[in-house]
């Protein structure tokens, strides 16, 4: 054994042939063969001379799991290469690894999860297959074909019938670490943790699968029973312990070797007598009244129980459940701990019940139990409950009415809405036999005395005007349009060709986030107006070079503003009483909005309409 004697031992694996294979940190791998030691390190062709997983499947093929080097086989006295991610293996502290039922190797890797050989190739679990953690700890088939996998963090979960079942510090695990899973000549499985060595029983292990059981109740091995520690070694480093032929079970602990045997182990099969010691409401102590009931005052802000075992012989293993019959849904397991706590539990009568399970998980027959009687405030009281039933139809009744008088209103805004509508059609109709009607007949004069090219002109400009008047008409009625975003892009379009066509030239900005706020028909069309003519009186009188437009929004009011760089209003134009700006004051009160006027002669005339938006 010279050749080991400076190394440290990560796992040993006796194989079917007679060898003893010893994986080592940093020391590579080791084969006594009962005459010779062999040592296999870089030059033997091993990828990673830490060797954490040593495991012999069933066709006699050893694996070897290294930290950082990937996978390698043995077989027929030859190393194979190493088998990394670019074969589809998830490296990084290859630490376990085992075979199912089927045939397949899992390989549990501490860092990213599971990997499977089968059919010859490696590949990552399918759906079903995928494990809910990625820091394996170990693989272990048992007698009956189950897979189990324990992890670092996660605690252990069984491979069945193709989905995972989850056994953890929930269901009574001693730790979410698991370090070593051996399985006795009854079925029963030991879990090696960090906080010691946990025997599972068989049938309690099915119960909680099939849902019949809430807790596994582990018989937990630790200092009180003789462990140096109670901390198992391992964590991954497989294989770490081992059931002998005599069926005493070895377990690698961080301060030496433990052994079991669960043929003699005894069982404490005393069921722990149970007591409720005490209450205290609001940190002053109770006592029952004549009938056995503790009575608890209105509004009382907590309640505690103070209970109790009797197990001499591992009183510190003790474990307790209770629940308050009437408010718990079910049982609440704490574990070592002898207080329950309750906050303002709702009026009404409960039963306060309790078990306790002695060092080896057998629960007491029967729980101990008092009685909880809590009083209601005033306004919990069945009279109070009476005045307040009655009040809430009262409310009820005002409720109902003031709905139907909102009803009400939306059918008068509903005919309002009507009204408006038969309105507008009414405008339509006029401004189609007004408008429309006057241009066509005007085109239709020109057509008459046409005598030569410059009737032929007007009775071209004529008819553009007509298209366009049918143009505003349209887009005024069409619904689609009662949006800021429409309105700023008509006008905008409508201020560009105008004032293009007149040599002006129009600088233009608009707001970018108009979106798609709600602009009213009727307030669109007389905003628009207003702006058409403020545009038009800018070509016609202003005798100005330029023309600026604005259009956005401010506080929920859509501001469109027209400026001129031309000779300005004289003061008696500029009066808002005055003929020359009466329509476009028209417009706006019509439009429910404002205009303001800032202008003066030589400096430009500045027209800003403000409209809300609802």
Same mark, same amino acid.
């Given at each position: 054994?010279?050749?080991?004697k400076?190394a440290?031992?990560?796992?040993v694996?006796?194989?079917?042939d007679?060898?003893?294979?010893?994986?080592?940190?940093?020391?590579g791998?080791?084969?006594w063969?009962?005459? &010779?030691?062999? *040592?296999?390190g870089?030059?033997e /062709? %091993?990828? $990673?001379?830490? #060797?954490?997983?040593l495991? @012999?499947?069933? =066709?006699g093929?050893l694996?070897?799991?290294?930290?950082?080097?990937?996978?390698?086989r043995?077989?027929n006295?030859?190393l194979?290469?190493?088998?990394?991610?670019?074969d589809?293996?998830?490296?990084?502290?290859?630490?376990?690894?085992?075979?199912?039922?089927?045939?397949?190797?899992?390989?549990?890797?501490?860092?990213?999860g599971?990997?499977?050989?089968?059919a010859?190739?490696?590949?990552?679990?399918?759906?079903?297959?995928?494990l809910?953690?990625?820091?394996?700890?170990g693989?272990?088939?048992?007698?009956?074909?189950?897979?189990w996998?324990g992890?670092?963090a996660?605690?252990l979960f069984?491979?069945?019938?193709g &989905?995972y079942? *989850?056994?953890?510090k929930e269901? /009574? %695990?001693? $730790?979410v670490? #698991?370090a070593?899973?051996? @399985?006795d000549r =009854?079925?029963?499985l030991?879990?090696?943790?960090t906080r010691?060595?946990?025997?599972?029983?068989r049938?309690r292990i099915?119960?909680?699968?099939?849902?019949?059981?809430?807790?596994?109740?582990?018989?937990i091995l630790?200092?009180t029973?003789?462990?140096l520690?109670?901390?198992g070694?391992?964590g991954?480093?497989?294989p770490?312990g081992l059931?002998?032929?005599?069926?005493r079970?070895w377990?690698?602990?961080?301060?030496?070797?433990?052994?079991i045997?669960?043929?003699?182990?005894?069982?404490?099969?005393?069921?722990p007598?149970?007591?409720?010691?005490?209450?205290?409401l609001a940190d002053?102590?109770?006592?029952?009244?004549?009938?056995g009931?503790?009575?608890?005052?209105a /509004?009382?802000?907590?309640?505690?129980?103070a209970?109790?075992?009797?197990?001499?012989?591992?009183?510190a293993?003790?474990?307790?459940r209770?629940r308050?019959?009437?408010?718990d849904?079910?049982?609440?397991?704490?574990?070592?701990?002898r207080?329950?706590?309750?906050?303002?539990?709702?009026p009404?009568?409960y039963?306060?019940?309790?078990?306790?399970?002695?060092n080896?998980?057998?629960?007491?027959?029967?729980?101990?139990?008092i009685?909880?009687?809590?009083?209601?405030?005033l306004w919990e009281?069945?009279?109070?409950?009476?005045?307040?039933?009655a009040?809430?139809?009262i409310?009820?009744?005002l409720a109902?009415?003031?709905?139907?008088?909102?009803?009400?209103?939306?059918?008068v805004a509903?005919l309002?809405?009507?009204?408006?509508?038969?309105r507008?059609?009414?405008?339509?109709?006029?401004?189609?036999h007004?408008?429309?009607?006057s241009?066509l007949?005007?085109?239709?004069?020109?057509?008459?005395?046409?005598?030569?090219?410059a009737?032929?002109?007007r009775i071209s400009?004529a008819a553009?005007?007509?298209?366009?008047?049918?143009?505003?008409?349209?887009?005024?009625v069409?619904?689609?349009?009662?949006?800021?975003?429409?309105?700023?892009?008509?006008?905008?379009?409508f201020?560009?060709?105008?004032l293009?066509?007149a040599?002006?030239?129009?600088?233009?900005?608009?707001q970018?986030?108009l979106?798609a706020?709600?602009?009213?028909?009727?307030?669109?069309?007389?905003?628009?107006?207003?702006f058409?003519e403020?545009?038009?009186?800018a070509?016609?009188h202003?005798?100005?070079s330029?023309?600026?437009?604005?259009?956005?929004?401010?506080?929920?009011t859509?501001?469109?503003?027209?400026?001129?760089?031309?000779r300005?209003?004289s003061p008696?134009?500029?009066?808002?009483?005055?003929?020359?700006?009466?329509?476009?004051?028209?417009?706006?009160?019509?439009a429910?909005?404002?205009?303001?006027?800032d202008?003066a002669p030589?400096r430009?005339?500045?027209?800003?309409?403000r409209?809300?938006?609802?």
């Amino acid at each position: 054994m010279e050749f080991t004697k400076e190394a440290c031992t990560h796992s040993v694996l006796p194989t079917r042939d007679g060898s003893l294979w010893i994986g080592t940190d940093g020391r590579g791998l080791f084969r006594w063969d009962g005459r &010779r030691m062999q *040592s296999y390190g870089r030059a033997e /062709g %091993l990828s $990673d001379t830490t #060797v954490g997983a040593l495991f @012999e499947d069933r =066709d006699g093929v050893l694996w070897i799991g290294t930290d950082r080097g990937g996978l390698h086989r043995f077989a027929n006295g030859k190393l194979s290469r190493a088998y990394d991610a670019r074969d589809g293996v998830a490296t990084g502290y290859l630490q376990s690894l085992g075979q199912d039922r089927d045939g397949r190797v899992w390989i549990g890797s501490n860092a990213n999860g599971l990997t499977i050989y089968e059919a010859g190739r490696f590949r990552p679990p399918g759906p079903t297959e995928r494990l809910p953690a990625q820091n394996i700890a170990g693989v272990f088939r048992d007698s009956r074909g189950d897979l189990w996998i324990g992890t670092a963090a996660n605690g252990l979960f069984r491979y069945r019938h193709g &989905r995972y079942e *989850s056994f953890g510090k929930e269901q /009574g %695990l001693g $730790d979410v670490l #698991v370090a070593l899973m051996i @399985e006795d000549r =009854d079925g029963n499985l030991w879990v090696s943790t960090t906080r010691g060595i946990s025997r599972l029983e068989r049938a309690r292990i099915d119960a909680i699968a099939e849902g019949r059981d809430r807790s596994l109740d582990p018989i937990i091995l630790d200092r009180t029973d003789g462990l140096l520690t109670p901390e198992g070694s391992g964590g991954g480093f497989d294989p770490s312990g081992l059931r002998a032929r005599d069926g005493r079970l070895w377990f690698s602990t961080i301060d030496g070797i433990v052994i079991i045997d669960p043929a003699s182990f005894p069982i404490n099969r005393i069921p722990p007598p149970v007591l409720v010691e005490g209450v205290t409401l609001a940190d002053r102590p109770a006592r029952p009244d004549a009938g056995g009931a503790i009575q608890v005052p209105a /509004g009382t802000s907590s309640i505690e129980l103070a209970y109790t075992a009797f197990s001499l012989l591992a009183p510190a293993k003790v474990r307790f459940r209770y629940r308050v019959v009437g408010f718990d849904a079910d049982w609440h397991d704490v574990g070592a701990r002898r207080t329950a706590y309750y906050s303002r539990l709702p009026p009404g009568t409960y039963r306060f019940e309790m078990m306790a399970a002695n060092n080896d998980g057998i629960w007491s027959p029967a729980p101990a139990s008092i009685a909880l009687v809590v009083a209601p405030f005033l306004w919990e009281r069945r009279d109070a409950r009476v005045a307040a039933v009655a009040v809430l139809v009262i409310a009820t009744a005002l409720a109902v009415r003031s709905v139907s008088l909102r009803r009400a209103r939306r059918r008068v805004a509903e005919l309002e809405r009507e009204q408006s509508l038969t309105r507008e059609r009414s405008r339509i109709g006029r401004d189609l036999h007004d408008d429309l009607g006057s241009r066509l007949s005007h085109i239709a004069l020109l057509a008459d005395v046409a005598d030569g090219h410059a009737s032929g002109e007007r009775i071209s400009r004529a008819a553009r005007e007509a298209v366009h008047t049918m143009d505003e008409l349209v887009w005024a009625v069409n619904a689609r349009n009662d949006t800021v975003e429409s309105f700023a892009n008509y006008t905008a379009q409508f201020a560009e060709e105008h004032l293009r066509a007149a040599g002006l030239r129009c600088r233009l900005r608009i707001q970018p986030d108009l979106g798609a706020r709600e602009l009213a028909a009727d307030t669109r069309r007389h905003v628009y107006l207003a702006f058409k003519e403020a545009v038009t009186n800018a070509v016609k009188h202003a005798q100005a070079s330029e023309v600026r437009i604005t259009i956005a929004i401010d506080d929920n009011t859509l501001v469109v503003e027209v400026m001129d760089d031309g000779r300005g209003l004289s003061p008696e134009y500029a009066d808002p009483t005055g003929n020359g700006l009466r329509n476009m004051r028209e417009r706006m009160d019509a439009a429910g909005g404002t205009i303001e006027i800032d202008s003066a002669p030589g400096r430009g005339t500045r027209l800003v309409f403000r409209t809300p938006l609802t």
